[in-house]
């Protein structure tokens, strides 16, 4: 079935780090590909996302790029904050709508 | 705007007892999902509603746990003779229209504990 594989957490970093997370899915068509982030105390929210191959999503200072053919979709940012510390989850959906995500990955920046 | 609304925050019920789980989407939103989330199983796809009907229900876990939407608007969930292995988060998200490349809004949960 579709699916989403994400490197296992936790990571820890110092702030103005680079950070890499991987993703990779497996998926019967083409998927749009979304990263979600869940701050602490707080819902889910949408970080980016991208809906055709090629296409590169980016928001605050991240990005992830649709790679078919490595079906990938890694988040990257080149210099983390304490802010950025939340629990990351990437996720695929397809004709049916749904979001297949991710385990997650937490992630802790520290000062 | 007002986001997605849920209620109540937390819940906790004993064992064999039914719950409802309630769900305000974004004003407008025809769309609306819920999903669990839970440490062993981590995010999982429960139910969605396109408008009042819903299309797929293969996410259910068992045939204790229905959901309804009236209105095109708010959502119940309803789980009935409560187990353990129900506990989680409860998550319900809307979007404009059903679309894949379509962002979901997530609402902040429903924490249920079944002691």
């Known amino acids: 079935g579709d699916s989403v594989t994400q490197m296992e957490g936790p990571v820890t970093l110092s702030e103005e780090a680079f950070l890499t997370i991987n993703c990779t899915y497996t998926?019967?068509?083409?998927?749009?590909l979304f990263w979600y982030v869940q701050y602490p105390g707080e819902g889910l929210q949408l970080l980016l996302k991208a809906t055709k191959a090629d296409d590169k999503g980016s928001n605050k200072g991240f990005e992830a790029t649709y790679r078919k053919e490595t079906t990938s979709f890694h988040l990257e940012k080149g210099s983390v904050q304490v802010s950025d510390s939340a629990v990351y989850f990437c996720a695929l959906s397809l004709r049916d709508y749904k979001l297949s995500f991710g385990a997650g990955t937490t992630v802790t920046v520290r000062a | 705007g007002a986001g997605v609304s849920q209620s109540p925050s937390n819940k906790v019920t004993e064992k064999g007892k039914d719950v409802e789980l309630r769900c305000d989407p974004i004003s407008g939103h025809t769309a609306l999902y819920w999903y669990r989330q839970s440490l062993g199983q981590g995010l999982e796809f429960l139910i969605y509603?396109?408008?009042?009907?819903?299309?797929?229900k293969s996410g259910l876990p068992s045939d204790r746990f229905s959901a309804e939407r009236t209105g095109g608007s708010v959502s119940t969930l309803t789980i009935q003779r409560t187990q353990q292995e129900d506990s989680a988060v409860y998550l319900c998200a809307s979007s404009p229209r059903t679309s894949q490349a379509e962002t979901q809004y997530f609402g902040p949960g429903t924490r249920l504990l079944v002691l």
């Open positions: 998926a019967t068509g083409y998927p749009s």
């Open positions: 509603f396109q408008g009042n009907s819903a299309p797929d």
